[in-house]
């Protein structure tokens, strides 16, 4: 059965930095195409990055995080990581990991607080 666990939100100050991480159990992980998407309140679960499967997997962002969100993940530990910088406001929700193109099956999330 597969497993996403999120961790590494927070509260944090606009401008500021924070690294998420998504533990994967259950599945091949190398040869998934990975995403990142966050639920804000009130609105509809969207994604902020993907990578793509393989150890140099390719990655695409929406303009709302491009330059400032970095997605990576490591095939050893299972793990796929969101790196974020210059937080906004605009960035607080509640961040979820899974495949991409997702499964009928989240985690619990990890709720990112940007405010000052």
């Known amino acids: 059965q597969v497993q996403f666990v999120e961790s590494g939100g927070g509260l944090v100050q606009p401008g500021g930095s924070l690294r998420l991480s998504c533990a994967v159990s259950?599945?091949?992980?190398?040869?998934?195409?990975m995403g990142w998407y966050r639920q804000a309140p009130g609105k509809q679960r969207e994604l902020v990055a993907s990578?793509?499967?393989?150890?140099?997997?390719?990655?695409n962002y929406p303009d709302s995080v491009k330059g400032r969100f970095t997605i990576s993940r490591d095939n050893v530990k299972n793990t796929v990581y969101l790196q974020m910088n210059s937080l906004n406001v605009e960035d607080t929700a509640v961040y979820y990991c899974?495949?991409?193109?997702?499964?009928?099956?989240w985690g619990k999330g990890t709720l990112v607080t940007v405010s000052s």
């Open positions: 899974n495949t991409f193109p997702p499964l009928n099956y």
């Open positions: 990578i793509s499967s393989g150890s140099g997997g390719s990655t």
């Open positions: 259950g599945r091949v992980f190398s040869i998934d195409g």
